[in-house]
């Protein structure tokens, strides 16, 4: 199993604002997935993208994958005040195996 | 469905007391898992199961131990509970170990040990 790596660990924008992070992995993948953690609660499956996919969107949401880099973007465009959470993301390479998570981005929306 | 669901939400335990925090999901999901998030932390992998039968385990198993002899079902124990022990524990649930599918989380159960 690997950890992805996020960056920013901490990032505070205002309302309606665009938020960028990003997670960083060391090897190969299948896929990558981006989590969502409201303060003290469990985590919340966001989005998936496979390994052969470049970019995927949902709703406010848009996840880039470059694997030539090894690395991934989440973005969440127009944010509003609710878009305060950490995000977690987890790099997957198949197979039966464990799910691990990093310390996750703190994303602050101000009103 | 309930989805997953945790029990106990809060627990305070003095040290050396034994405890069982237990897990369900309804969803007929094959992979199990627990995790802790001590505050400020990440989440960090304590056991995990494939299916009924087998368990495995991940960052941090020490003084913990599961078993899984129904698909429902994933208790985590804690032997002889430490202060160290205190922090939020997570179950989550997925239809296959194959990692391809999304994880549905518990609603956490916070564990304060004195």
């Known amino acids: 199993s690997q950890q992805g790596e996020e960056d920013p660990q901490a990032l505070s924008i205002q309302e309606g604002e665009n938020a960028t992070m990003n997670c960083s992995y060391k090897t190969s993948i299948n896929n990558l997935q981006w989590y969502r953690q409201n303060s003290g609660r469990g985590l919340v499956h966001l989005i998936l993208i496979r390994s052969n996919e470049r970019e995927k969107h949902s709703g406010r949401l848009r996840v880039t994958l470059d694997t030539s880099k090894k690395s991934s973007s989440l973005l969440i465009t127009a944010s509003r005040a609710a878009d305060t959470a950490s995000y977690f993301c987890?790099?997957?390479?198949?197979?039966?195996?464990?799910?691990?998570f990093g310390t996750g981005t703190k994303l602050q929306v101000i009103p | 469905n309930a989805g997953v669901t945790q029990t106990p939400k809060f627990q305070v335990l003095k040290t050396g007391q034994s405890m069982t925090l237990q897990c369900a999901q309804d969803?007929?999901?094959?992979?199990m898992s627990w995790y802790r998030q001590d505050p400020g932390m990440g989440l960090r992998l304590i056991h995990y199961s494939v299916g009924a039968g087998i368990t495995d385990q991940g960052e941090v198993p020490n003084g913990y131990n599961v078993s899984r002899s129904t698909t429902e079902d994933f208790p985590l124990r804690l032997l002889s509970a430490a202060p160290s022990q205190t922090s939020v524990y997570f179950c989550?649930?997925?239809?296959?170990?194959?990692?391809?599918?999304?994880?549905?989380f518990g609603p956490g159960t916070r564990l304060t040990v004195t």
């Open positions: 969803m007929n999901h094959e992979y």
């Open positions: 987890a790099p997957l390479s198949g197979g039966y195996q464990k799910v691990t």
């Open positions: 989550a649930s997925s239809r296959s170990g194959l990692g391809s599918y999304e994880q549905y």
